[in-house]
Each structure stands twice: as C-alpha cells, then as structure tokens.
C-alpha cells in the first residue's frame, strides 16, 4: 500500500488504494461476516450499525450511501463506495470475488466505484442481488461530500448545527485532497488532532474536545466563520448571514 496520501481523485496512488479497498471486504466476506465499509475521511454521530442490521433492512444485500453524482457511469445507483454495508451471502461472496477481478476496468475508469455500480446493474438482473441506496436529502442517514459542498442540499447543516439534529455519520467526498478534508472537519467541530502532531505520539496528539478552527465562511462550520476567506470563488454565497 502506498504510504503518501492521493494529491487527488483518480490518481494512481488513488487506485492502489482502490484495489485495498476491494480485497479487505472480499476477505471479510469469505470469512463469514457480514461487512460495514467506510472510507477513513467518514465521522459516526451514533452506531448505524442497529438500523443498518435492523428488521426494516433485512430485504436489502447490500446497502449504501448515495454518491450525488448523477453521471451516466454511475447510474442508476448511483452508489457511493465509501460508506457501505455488505449482508453475507453465498451470493456477495461471489459479487465481491467478481469485482476483485476488475482491476482492468478501475484502471480504466480512475475509479472503482464506477466498476462497483456496472457490477451492482448486472447482479440485479443476472442473479437477483437486492440494492438499497439512501439518497440526498434532509432526511438522509448517510450525508456526503454532496451536502456539504452544494447550497440548495446543505440545509441540512443547519439543522445539525442549529437544531442538534444529526444523521447517523457524514462522509467527506467530493472534496479534493487531504488537506482540505481536515479544514473542513476542523470548522465542522469534527477534528480532535493538535494541531503539532510532530511533537507528540499517538493518543498523546488527541484532545478531549474539538480542535475548532474556521478556514472559509462559504462552507458549512459549527461556528459563523465570517471573518474567513471564501473558497469557491466567484459564487460568494455566505453560509452563515
């Protein structure tokens, strides 16, 4: 596994974590599990994993959060494949299996998420695989890049931030590198590293509470961040009036 982080989507060090990606829940799979995946950029507000292996979900094989890109690459799912749930069976052990032998078209495509989803078309058609995708919205369990970033969708920042109302987790896609990912948590109050982790050592780089700090007062922050540049010029759009 590459040790540097992705300088940004589709790179190749971006599909050699791809690749990770596939084999660890293929593993997992084969030894009798059922799976929840999720990308290292995604942040619980509360267990999902009761809703996910509740009564009211037991139809679905697997389950996902909604990517918000509508490209026809993606469609109709249009499933994202940083946060997701995988329900053990003879026929996911064999999805999986399938997609591990991909690699050419993730390659291709500088994304596995593409093959994932023309994967996920021909199971439903070819063996019955039940798909259940959660999608964008103020009522959505599994938030995404796509709520942060688009104004119009993000009204469900305010709520989480005004009223304390909070989904079950958030996924950070549709964000450019790593770095950005971290200002966005840090105004967000999701980020509990120092800010020197050159001078401590593991637990001794976390605090107890939130390592707030604003960057940009056009995206979403627990705090008014209106002294702050903007970030997506020229639109100018405030969130915080």
């Known amino acids: 596994l590459p040790e540097e982080a992705a300088r940004q989507y589709g790179d190749g060090i971006f599909l050699k974590m791809m690749m990770a990606k596939v084999i660890c829940v293929d593993f997992a799979l084969a030894s009798g599990y059922n799976v929840l995946f999720q990308d290292a950029d995604v942040v619980w507000f509360k267990d999902p994993l009761p809703f996910l292996e509740s009564e009211e979900?037991?139809?679905?094989?697997?389950?996902?959060?909604?990517?918000?890109?509508?490209?026809?690459?993606?469609?109709?799912?249009?499933?994202?494949?940083?946060?997701?749930?995988?329900?053990?069976?003879?026929l996911t052990q064999f999805y999986f299996s399938m997609l591990l032998r991909m690699g050419d078209a993730m390659a291709v495509e500088g994304s596995h998420q593409t093959a994932l989803v023309t994967l996920l078309n021909e199971f439903a058609s070819w063996k019955?695989?039940?798909?259940?995708?959660?999608?964008?919205?103020?009522?959505?369990?599994?938030?995404?890049?796509?709520?942060?970033?688009?104004?119009?969708?993000?009204?469900?920042?305010?709520?989480?931030?005004?009223?304390?109302?909070?989904?079950?987790i958030y996924h950070m896609c549709w964000t450019l590198n790593?770095?950005?990912?971290?200002?966005?948590?840090?105004?967000?109050?999701?980020?509990?590293?120092?800010?020197?982790?050159?001078?401590?050592?593991?637990?001794?780089c976390?605090?107890?509470?939130?390592?707030?700090?604003?960057?940009?007062?056009?995206?979403?922050?627990?705090?008014?961040?209106?002294?702050?540049?903007?970030?997506?010029?020229?639109?100018?759009?405030?969130?915080?009036?």
């Open 206 to 241: 976390c605090m107890d509470k939130p390592n707030i700090i604003c960057h940009f007062q056009d995206k979403p922050s627990i705090i008014p961040c209106l002294d702050s540049p903007f970030k997506d010029e020229p639109r100018r759009v405030k969130f915080w009036n």
């Open 128 to 168: 019955g695989l039940r798909t259940k995708v959660f999608h964008i919205g103020l009522d959505n369990p599994f938030p995404g890049g796509v709520e942060y970033h688009r104004r119009g969708v993000y009204d469900l920042f305010f709520r989480m931030f005004k009223n304390n109302t909070y989904p079950y």
């Open 57 to 90: 979900l037991q139809e679905w094989d697997m389950i996902f959060e909604d990517d918000g890109s509508r490209q026809t690459r993606f469609r109709p799912y249009s499933a994202n494949s940083g946060f997701y749930f995988v329900r053990n069976s003879v």
């Open 178 to 204: 790593m770095n950005d990912k971290v200002k966005y948590y840090q105004q967000m109050g999701e980020w509990f590293l120092k800010n020197d982790t050159n001078s401590c050592l593991g637990l001794d």
